[in-house]
């Protein structure tokens, strides 16, 4: 059975103030109960002490003076007794306030007393002191025995107040401790009943966090920040859903237009070829928008799935230039490197070589396509913490205010346009360089050129 958290939480609270108030009261019962001890015992050697002493002086002994004397020096003490014995055990003197009320003393009792001067013990509902007295005169053992009525009936008292405060007290507890988690876990119902009203399709709600900056503040804050990120995440797939089907469905509808004006009456083979040829061009640039959906796809995900090694970031950077000769003859790539470190390791990094290789090819070729000169230059320098690649072109340079812009999938800038681009490739390798812990920045400008700098973690450093 699963215990709500308010209860548990009231148990808790409840065991924990128990047993402080069973401490407490204890020790409160425990020492009035030696303090009542304490009394009676100092309160029945003073009567044994007179006694023994009154009895000591051999002149002046009158056991009916001595009896009279313990009758009338009664101090609270009820139904007391009295008894004196000799060296021999001997009984030489009795009182007791109830005639017939004598103590049969153990001699062991007698023997104690001997051996340490008082001793204290009970003896039915009597509480009782063996005093041994000796001087030159007289070698006695005094008996002094009664019933401790006040002290009994005070200690009565406390240990029903006690009691009392002890039950009081736990009900308290348990009903200020439910009402207290019950105030405690009432954001949590509230966050939960915001959560569960929040759903894909209304991702704008979030959750109250109240204005005081405590634990609750910062779970509700957290869950909203995290909401932030689905939101912003779920706008994004939106959108690239959108500007993909629009993407592909320009070519579509191309396709169909063509096809049925074509078919609507005979035409010559020529124009057959001709509308053949383009259908062919519209299809081939869908087949490789797809296949740039399926990479994107691939480098979307997180890096768990992929295979990740350890490689040398110089050759994967020397195999640049034929990878783009065979996009585009035309296209050049000079490749410099410059400051390379002696230790080799210090050229490493962790990663997945073909990702890598695209996000650093997509780069190069924009360069390629949007200059002139289809020529980029690309350079390689490392220290023992990152890894900086440099491409840079001679190309129309990007606008300042697009710069941000162009790692947004299918952005494209207006004027830089090439016919065989989707804008997604900068997309593409912005999102490859964050999955390998790295970098990406911009600087262009117009009609100058740009430049990608692109940094990565020497694989030593990373954790
Ligand atoms: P595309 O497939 O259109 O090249 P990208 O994501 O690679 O898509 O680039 C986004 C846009 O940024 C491009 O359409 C282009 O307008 C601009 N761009 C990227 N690189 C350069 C560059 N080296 N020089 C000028 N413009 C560039």
Redesign the pocket.
Known sequence: MIMPVRLRLTILFSVLVMIILCVVCGGIYYFSYTTRIANITKRLTNRAITTARLLGQKETFDRDLVQKIDSLTTIALKDKTVQAYDYQNNKIYSYSDLPADTLHIDESILDDARVSGSKYFRIGDKEAIAYHYSDSNARIVVISAAEDIDGKKGLRSLLNILLLSFFLGNVFVLVTGYIFSTRILLPIKKIAADVEEISAQNLTRRIETGITKDEWYQLADTMNRLLDRLQESFEFQRRFISNASHELSTPLTAISSQMQVTLQRERSLEEYKHVMQSVYEDVRHMSKLTQTLLEFAKASGDAGGLEINLLRIDEVILRLPAELARIDKHFKVSVEFVQLPENEAQLLVFGNEILLLMAIK?IVL??C??SKDHHTYVTLKANNKKIIITVK?N????PENEISK?FQPF???KN???ND???????LASKIVVMHKGTIEVASKMNVG?EFLISLPVAGTLH
């Not at 190309?395 to 990007?398: E, L, M, R, V």
């Not at 681009?421 to 997309?427: E, K, Q, T, V, W």
């Open positions: 997509n924009n360069g396509k949007y072109d190309g129309p340079g990007i162009i952005y494209r800038v830089n346009t090439d681009g989707f804008g997604l490739g900068l997309s740009s």
